[in-house]
């Protein structure tokens, strides 16, 4: 043993080579001292130039590095990838084989190398331990101390429960609701959207079925030629009553019966002008004109034409203006000048027409009226132009919701459950 440490302490300090050292503590500090003495030159000689003279294909990357990519990248197709390149890869150097001979060899290491079968009655690192399982030494810790199985039996045990079982009471709650079913809302009856008899006006008017759920409200008569005049203008109106509103499910005019020229209003808001569309419907007449006493003197005069009235500057006799018609108001005279356009069916800004169209007209429409009606009393007024002998009619096509059936029903849901395990 003695001669065992002189020799170690004589490699690692040959300085101290004719030292004898006794104990392992003894070598062990030689050879720190050793150390000591020649680290700082050994360090320095430890350097990328000193590593790239002594080392071939020294570097500080290596090529591989980029498959890394700084952890972004998975490197087992690459691995896969250098397995199959070197089943095959000769290189020009047995310096340069190394890396394919290292990865064929931990390819092919798992189905190569040899596999062995240990027999616990036979192998010889079993048997030769099983004395020492079997006598353990009796000094626990010690170098002589062997391992060993004990057995401990315990006897079995018994034990025995018993259950009771009883009838618990509780006290439990629950609801039963009180439902309203009603059918399907439907439309196509009369429950009082209209007001009964509550229609007034002064022409005919009716309200009746049709037999398939809607209600005909009719103003006027519709017939032919009972009103006369040339440009004669007819004004009618008819009010009703709507109890709500949000029963109608439909209020919508539907014929215009009228000759020559028909506007229907729903509560001042127009809603029909015929047969050609427009914004108003009147017998034009220019705006009058205002001629002062204190300025101008207005007479009738009379000459072959007819007659009419003219009207000049006072005291200069000067500056004559003819008139058709004047009237005598406060500090002078109304006048009505002449115009092409006097007398004519104006139903637009710039629309003029003759008012003789030589048409009844008998038309088909559906126009929505439910936007302008409103709860309460409503006002529907119709204006007819006729030119030698004419009429006017509407029909307004209504419908409302019908009353919806309706029951009550107990919902015993919540109860049904608790009503089973009272049972």
Known sequence: MKRLLILSACLLAAAACAQTLATPAEAFQAGKEFANQGKGAAARQVNGAAAAGALPYYGTTAPESANFQGGRQRIGAAGTGKQIDCQTRQAGSGFKQQECDAVNFMS?????????????????????SRSVIQQPGAVPGASTQQCRVERIRNPATYLGETCTETQTLENLSCKRALQVLCDAQR??????????????????????????????????????NYWSGWGAVYDRYLSFSLQDVKLITRFALTRAAFDDWLMVKVNDQLVYVG??????????????????????????????????????DAGSGGNIVSYPSCTAVAGGWSCTPGDGQTGMVRHCADCFSGPELKTSWDLGLDID??????NGSNQLFMRTIVAGRGEGAVQLTTRQLCPRNCREQWDNSQCAALELRAR
């Open 275 to 312: 047969p050609r569309g427009g914004d108003r419907l009147e017998i034009y007449s220019p705006p009058p004109v205002l001629e002062t006493s204190g300025q101008r003197s207005c007479t009738t005069y009379w000459d072959e034409a007819g007659s009419g009235w003219q009207c000049i």
């Open 187 to 224: 439309d196509g009856c009369d429950q009082g959207g209209i007001v009964p008899n509550s229609w007034a006006g002064d022409m005919a008017t009716s309200l009746t079925p049709d037999g398939s759920g809607n209600y005909i409200l009719q103003f006027g008569t519709i017939a032919n």
């Open 369 to 374: 009226l439910r936007p302008y009606l409103r």
């Open 108 to 128: 092919k290491n798992p189905t190569s190398r040899p596999k062995f079968t240990l027999d616990k009655k036979t192998d010889p690192v079993l048997t030769g």
